[in-house]
């Protein structure tokens, strides 16, 4: 009897166990991270926003033992499907009561019972469209432009699509994802650098005409004033002293001040402050070690199989979850401005760790066929 948790090489089995201790790790610390505002939010349950990471984990973790087993050949020939279902998603968010927007953004669809984010499951298919895509036009004489239509509408219009929702850190995520798998799969630098160009360029114009948006960045560019303080500096400033007040040791494990209601966001895009304040310096660099052996992992599988698809959509994987955690940590050291992007495996958020255990789920698919047939 096929048992699914069988490993066929150490390096899936080194990569099943950093994802599994960081899905655990982010498991205990949305516990302790959510505990207050999911008791103000609902009704004195404060176990309701654990509960309901921890079933987009186990649901997760089921479907990843479940595609790990599929043959490369079902992400080629349902590209297709896989985009245009989630563009369908996204539609819905963008043009229909069901979407549901906050703080700016709407990214969420309504669907009873919670909301489900679309452009986490959209990163996941455009990374799979996209490797599929370059693996079938490897040999491409120079990559005429004649030949970016199909890109055009299964990579562009999912991207303009996040970008219509307000969803500034998403985007850029996409974005960085699309250039890096790019790169990957042999792209001339001439070309490279004109798409970066005209994305820096969109990217600003999209920041200029949203007034909260370029508030955020000419204070974190600037600094913030003692104005600022109670306004668009309240998140920012708390972050950074809810991270340094963990000292070496951290307060203890559900010890957290900042989580009391001071600290907006601090179970998804702030829990890295939280962690700093609780377990202290020592957590968040055990923290920061399990990520680095995920990045270590990635690039080892990334140059050993030189498959396109494979390599391709290692490398739209890494670039997604290892980018993503640097973006995530450097906006709450202060090193980058607010972006709203949560850190993979960790922050609360359902639709976020269905698709990064997806995600790896597609990634042992590929590895374990090639490591079969090459």
Known sequence: MLNPFASDSPRI?????????????????VLSASSVSSGLDNGGNFLYDAGMQTGGAMIGIILALMISRFPIDVWHRWRNIFVIAGMVLQFL????????????????????????????????????W????????????????SHWKEPGIYVAVPVVMVAG??????????????????????????????I?????????????????????????????????????????????WALSSGGLFGLGPGSSRAKWSWLPHADSDYIFAIIGEELGLLGAMALLTLIIALAVVFVR???????????????????????????????????????GVPLPFISSGGSAILANLLAIGVVISCVRHEEKFG
């Not at 700016?104 to 996941?124: A, C, M, Y």
């Not at 693996?135 to 005429?144: C, G, I």
Request: glycine share 12%; hydrophobic share 50%; proline share 4%.
């Open 13 to 29: 089995t080194a990569l099943i166990s950093i994802v599994g201790a960081l899905t655990g790790f982010g498991l205990i610390e």
């Open 196 to 240: 970066a160009g005209l994305v820096s360029v969109l990217a600003v114009l999209f920041i200029s005409f949203s007034s909260s948006r370029r508030d955020r960045f000419i204070s974190w560019f600037q600094g913030c004033s003692p104005e600022d303080y109670e306004s668009i500096c309240w998140q920012t400033m708390h972050g950074l």
């Open 165 to 194: 929702g307000g969803d500034l850190g998403t985007t850029i995520i996409l974005g960085f994802i699309v250039l890096g798998m790019m790169a990957l799969a042999g792209v001339p630098g001439r070309t490279l650098w004109g």
């Open 301 to 339: 599988l990334i140059r050993e199989f030189p498959q396109p698809l494979t390599r391709v959509l290692l490398g739209g994987v890494f670039i997604w979850l290892i980018g993503q955690s640097l973006v995530n940590i450097a906006v709450v050291l202060n090193l980058l401005p607010v972006l």
């Open 93 to 128: 968010v963008l043009f229909t009561p069901l979407g549901v927007e906050y703080g700016g953004n709407r990214n969420w669809l309504d669907i009873g019972f919670t909301t489900v984010q679309p452009s986490e499951f959209l990163k996941l298919a455009v990374i799979v």
């Open 130 to 145: 996209f490797a599929s895509w370059f693996h079938d036009n490897e040999h491409m004489a120079d990559w005429p432009l």
